[in-house]
């Protein structure tokens, strides 16, 4: 019978907090710039401009019909050879994480937009807005409301998306289980603690996203 040893791996577990810190940063800095990626995608998807919409279209769809595990490694090794630049493991990492939530976000952003009532926009209008301060002032504060709960559950699949940084050496949590695994020699207590950790991270955002949701049927 197995003999359960968590001491042992217990012993490094400054490790475990290296890993998690590293993964919180990756988290919100993926995030920050997903956002900015995603609201402006969203806009230019909803461009009167052909050429626009198709570049933000061909961006969305490559990133949401490939696998990030093979984007992170695609920019890792192979983007450099066709720029004939060094790119670290850190930008790269940062730029597909942030690039692959952007496209998701955009289209978050864009259906909460869209889930409000033309008539709302055709009145601001008839009142003498324009359009950005319709969209400031009328749509996006309601479109906000909707985007919200589907908008946490991206980000908490983002969190989980970090572990993939694990193929390029990035000490995420992953990877640092992956350390104390090779120093302890207790791949079913160290994984088992990592399951833990993510865990204790997660459950509360998933409660926050289940929160949001609730509330917005109520409202409707």
């Given amino acids: 019978m197995y003999h359960w040893d968590f001491y042992t791996v217990l012993q490094s577990f400054d490790l475990f907090l290296m890993g998690i810190w590293t993964t919180f940063l990756y988290t919100v800095g993926s995030i920050s710039i997903g956002i900015v990626v ?3 995608t969203c806009f ?3 461009s009167p401009r052909a050429p626009l919409r198709l570049v933000a279209r061909a961006y969305q769809e490559l990133f949401r019909c490939t696998p990030l595990l093979v984007q992170i490694l695609w920019a890792y090794y192979a983007l450099p050879m066709v720029l004939g630049i060094s790119i670290s493991n850190t930008m790269a990492g940062l730029l597909m994480l942030s690039l692959y939530v952007g496209s998701f976000y955009a289209e978050i952003f864009r259906g909460g937009i869209l889930a409000i009532d033309k008539g709302q926009r055709e009145a601001a209008h008839a009142v003498g807005m324009s359009g950005g301060q319709a969209m400031r002032h009328i749509i996006l504060p309601q479109a906000v409301k909707k985007m919200l709960p589907a908008f946490i559950n991206q980000s908490v699949v983002q969190v989980k998306n970090t572990s ?13 289980t992956s350390v104390v695994n090779s120093e302890t020699y207790r791949p079913l207590e160290a994984y088992s603690l990592a399951a833990v950790l993510y865990f204790v991270m997660l459950f509360p955002l998933t409660q926050v996203a289940d929160y949001f949701e609730r509330r917005m049927r109520r409202s409707d």
């Fill in 38 to 40: 995603g609201l402006a």
């Fill in 164 to 176: 993939l940084l694990y193929a390029i050496s990035i000490a995420e949590l992953t990877y640092m």
């Fill in 44 to 46: 230019a998807r909803m």
